[in-house]
Each structure stands twice: as structure tokens, then as C-alpha cells.
């Protein structure tokens, strides 16, 4: 199957790359530049993809960063610290994110007639990011069916997993963690404190899998 990734680099979406590689998909990523502080996660895709051979294109959308406001991740706002609340996560809620890439994706996909379109939405997402949700995924599963004549199917095999489950597939894979991007601070190194630096810890430990991050905070 022909599959367009939306790919950042993070541990998430590598793990997913991995997976479809090994499954037997011919993979083509997809990075965006929405204006993200965190635009070295977008360094990370490209030498993962270069190092397993696979094609990536960073599109430039870097122009839509302010009619995505009020975001940590595209405003000068604190990223938050620390465990997740369902209040400070929600600053990290970028606009309709999933649906904005999700549209490039797709509208790709068709262009080259592939089959389908990846991203890697998990349990954990469901009950802070909407577009993250089973029933935004069945929504967007249906717009990808009617948009054109070429039908592109949505996959999301991460959907029922959490973040620990993903790390266990991504150690049995052979993923080079230690080269995937988490930190929304976009700093030489992870900051080892943020929210998501936080839940990428704490997915190692649960898994049971060591923990190859650098970290500015060793905590």
C-alpha cells in the first residue's frame, strides 16, 4: 500500500514509520512547518527518513502561524511544565492542527494517487486534543472518502494505544530513539521538564524500555 506519514520526528509518528515500513507499505513523509517553536523536531524527521531511506517533503506553512494564536507551541506563551492537567494541556492545543495537516495529507495522497494517509494519534491524546479523538478520525475518515474521486483511506493504528504500548513496539522495531524530537521547547537538547518531556519519560519507564534521551534537566 502507498501511504502518506504525517511525520514530525517525534517518537510517536517514528514509531509509526517503523511499522508501516515493516508491514509492507511504500512510505512517502510529510513534515510541516505551521511556524512551531519546536521546528527542530522537523531537523529530526529529515535525517530519520535519509537514514532509512524513505522520502520526505517539509511543506512551508510556516505562514499560517497567526491565524493559529493563543498556542504555546505558536504564541510566546510558557510551555507548560511538568505533569499534564487537562487546563495546562490545553495551552499546548494548537487550532485544528490534525485537521489543517490532515487536509495537506490527503490532498497529496490523491495527487499521487496513493492509497492512504498515516498519522499517529494514541489513547492518551483522546481526552485533551479533539482532533485526536476516535470520533474526529471517523469524521475525517468519511471527508477523505468524499473529497475526490480517489478515494484515500485513514489509518490510525495507534488510536487504542497508549504512549507506553508505543514505546514497547517502537524498542521491538529497532527505533532509534535516541533520534526522535518530543521537546515543545525546540531547544539544542529535550528540556526534560516540559509537559511533553514529562509523558516521554514516564511512557520509558512504564514500558520498561531505557530511556536513550539526552535531557538539560536529568531530573
Known amino acids: 500500500m502507498n501511504t502518506v506519514l504525517i511525520y514530525s520526528g517525534g517518537l510517536d509518528s517514528t514509531c509509526l514509520l517503523y511499522q508501516l515500513r515493516a508491514e509492507g507499505h511504500a512510505v512517502t513523509a510529510l513534515g510541516v512547518d505551521y511556524g512551531q517553536r519546536h521546528r527542530r523536531e522537523l531537523d529530526s524527521a529529515r535525517d530519520i527518513c535519509e537514514a532509512v531511506g524513505v ?88 471527508a477523505a472518502a468524499l473529497c475526490d474521486w480517489h478515494r484515500v483511506e485513514i489509518m490510525t493504528p495507534f488510536l487504542g494505544k497508549t504512549k507506553a504500548d508505543i514505546v514497547r513496539l517502537g524498542a521491538a522495531l529497532g527505533v532509534p530513539f535516541a533520534k526522535t524530537w518530543s521537546c515543545y521547547n525546540g531547544e539544542a537538547v529535550h528540556c526534560g521538564s516540559c509537559g511533553t518531556c514529562t509523558e516521554r519519560r514516564e511512557a520509558f519507564a512504564l514500558a520498561g524500555v531505557a530511556d536513550p534521551t539526552e535531557y538539560a534537566d536529568a531530573g
Open 55 to 142: 522520502p520526505i517533503r517539509i511543506a512551508d506553512a510556516s505562514s499560517l502561524r497567526p491565524l493559529l494564536a493563543g498556542s504555546a507551541l505558536t504564541d510566546d506563551i510558557a510551555v507548560p511544565r511538568g505533569h499534564y492537567t487537562a487546563e495546562s494541556m490545553k495551552q499546548t492545543i494548537v487550532p485544528n492542527r490534525n485537521m489543517i495537516l490532515l487536509a495537506l495529507a490527503i490532498g497529496w495522497a490523491v495527487s499521487l494517487k496513493y492509497d492512504a494517509v498515516a498519522y499517529a494519534a494514541h489513547a492518551g491524546d483522546h481526552t485533551i486534543y479533539p482532533d485526536c479523538r476516535p470520533a474526529f478520525v471517523d469524521a475525517m475518515r468519511e
